[in-house]
Each structure stands twice: as C-alpha cells, then as structure tokens.
C-alpha cells in the first residue's frame, strides 16, 4: 500500500500530562462509558497516499487535548481498509502502551469487498469484517464495534445477535449502530439488544445545523439511555470559514473524488453560512465553534465527530469547552437564517 511521509524521523511521544479535563467528557446515554465531547474521525486524511506525518502529528495533538476516542469504519480510505491499516502502523508507534485509555471505534455495513457476504448486516459478514479490522489496525478487540447501517435484507435479530457474540467472544467492549434514522427501527433495535443482554450505546447520526433528520429522536434517545454521537457536524468542512471567499483549491469541494461536490446546494449554503458566521463573530468565536456547540445543545448527544488536516483544527474545536451554551437569541437567530 502507499503511503506518504510513513518513515520520517520524529522523536519519541510523551503525552501531554494535562490532558485530561472533566468537563471535557460526557456519558453516552445512561451508560458508564464517557466519551469527550469532540472526537477523532478518520474518514478522510488517513487513506493511501495521505501525508501519514501529518496524520501522526494529528494523532498525537488530538490525545495531548484529551481527544481519546478514534473513530473508523472497514471501508474509509479511500482505497477500502486503508484508513485501519495506517492507523494500525500510527497506533503500534505512538498508542501501544496508551491502549486502555483510547476508544477506538471502527463499523461495517457497507460494501467491502465482492459478492453477496461484502456488505449488509449478516452474521457472515459481520463477523468477517471485524476480524479483518483487528488485523489491519493491530488489535485484539475494538472498544465501539457499530453496524453502520440498516440492511432491510437481513433479520434485525441476526444482526444484533452477531453483535452480542462479538461482546462475548471479546473482540468488542460495546455496540454501536450507524445511519439508523427512524424510531420505529430504533424502538425494534432496543428492544432485541435488551433481549440479547447487548451493551448497546451508541446511535451515529449524520447531524448539523444543514442535517436535522436526528432530531426526531434526540429525546427519545435520551428516554431510551442511549447516546448519538454527530458525525459531519461541520457539515464536511462547509461549516467553518473556508468557504466564506470562494473555494480554496485544497478543499474538499476542489477533489474530483470529494463526497462534498460544486453544486447549487453547496453554493446557497455558503450563502447561509456567511450571515451565521455573523452570529458567531458577534459572540466572538469562530463558525466552527458556534456550529458544534449548536449540535451539542442536545442532550442526548454526547460527542461530535470532526476530522482534522491540521493540528489547529483540533485545538480550535476543543476551545468549545470554554463556552456556555448558547443562548436563546442565539439560536433563535440561527433558526432564521437556516429557514430562509
């Protein structure tokens, strides 16, 4: 596999010894588990071909600001399993003698390989899948091990029973679930894992002040004692402030191979972005921020996930915890602009 910059000399890690902060870390739901309230995606910058120095000096700023949990899937890359495989190679550098005090997630769902066992919710793939992670990233069990999303062609109850298994053969701490949207799915989802005795904690949800599909089970999350943790909660970097002067030719939007794509949608969001970043200036902190904190408010949503390309990113989106929650002229205001 290619790799970029993997060799490089850099000295030793030595954590930062300050790195943890209380009020940095929430429980999912009414579980034990605490996650911080920003965590580590890995969807992008760590595939074949990325800058791995730079990807190792993202790691280790996101632990040294008490970053611990690490989120990945079987198919990031691009190419597929790339994204596990130069963790894996980052993780037995810096990570090894760290591992109880890292989260590490990782999912499968989606199309992996060929044929009819490459993707879906069977016990076949799933279980496939799982071992194949722990090769690639050089470990003996995940902490997070999520079905990434619903599969209408398998049982709910195959799926959740191959989770249950996964726990008790010790190759997943806890379970998560991805993409599932609806109550009626989760209300059936629940209801199996208290059946199978699962340690079920997590729904990951698409989630930003762009994607509001999730909020019509915030509160019955909440009820249920379950957490969400928000995947692309800056909506892939649209909101920040690199979209407020045109399009940077290092962005997302200017890669041909971007899920993020030039076209009449992006471009009035930026529009709406502008007049945001106006009530985030006017409460002196960047959109970034503004915009995390927005999808933070909720109660049932325990973490975000953002992805970094620079080590900045990351102390920036950490600065949150330094803000009280907004106000509500403040999010009265962003109702508006989202609405016009």
């Not at 990807?55 to 632990?63: D, E, N, P, S």
């Not at 995390?292 to 949503?301: C, E, F, G, H």
Request: net charge negative; glycine share 8%; with cysteine.
């Amino acid at each position: 596999m290619k790799t970029t910059n993997d060799h490089r000399p850099v000295g030793a890690y030595i954590p930062n010894e300050d790195r943890y902060k209380s009020e940095f870390f929430k429980n999912a739901g009414k579980t034990g588990l605490q996650l911080p309230l920003v965590s580590l995606g890995l969807w992008h910058n760590f595939g074949e071909g990325d800058d791995l120095f730079q990807g190792r000096k993202i790691l280790r700023k996101a632990f040294d600001l008490g970053i611990t949990h690490f989120d990945l899937a079987n198919n990031y890359g691009p190419p597929y399993g790339s994204a596990e495989e130069n963790f894996g190679r980052l993780f037995k550098k810096d990570f090894a003698n760290y591992r109880h005090e890292l989260v590490i997630a990782t999912k499968a769902g989606y199309d992996m390989w060929p044929g009819p066992y490459g993707n879906g919710g069977s016990r076949k793939y799933l279980f496939n899948s799982l071992d194949q992670s722990l090769q690639r990233m050089g470990l003996d069990y995940v902490d997070i091990f999520y079905h990434h999303r619903p599969d209408p062609t398998t049982p709910m109850e195959e799926t959740v029973l191959a989770l249950s298994d996964m726990v008790r053969q010790g190759k997943a701490l806890y379970i998560g679930i991805s993409n599932y949207y609806e109550v009626e799915q989760m209300t059936e989802m629940c209801q199996l894992m208290e059946k199978y005795n699962v340690p079920f904690v997590l729904n990951q949800l698409k989630y930003s002040m762009f994607e509001r599909k999730p909020e019509q089970q915030v509160a019955w999350a909440e009820e249920a004692g379950y957490g969400i943790i928000a995947f692309s909660p800056l909506a892939q970097g649209v909101l920040t402030d690199k979209y407020l002067n045109g399009i940077p030719e290092d962005s997302r939007v200017a890669k041909s191979e971007s899920y993020l794509k030039q076209d009449d949608t992006f471009l009035s969001r930026v529009e709406k972005v502008k007049a945001l970043n106006e009530v985030a200036q006017d409460r002196g902190i960047s959109l970034a921020q503004m915009a995390l904190l927005w999808v933070l408010r909720q109660k049932s949503v325990c973490s975000v996930l953002a992805g970094a390309s620079r080590e900045e990113q990351l102390e920036e989106n950490v600065k949150l915890m330094e803000q009280p929650a907004l106000t509500a002229d403040e999010l009265d205001r962003i109702e508006k602009i989202l609405a016009g």
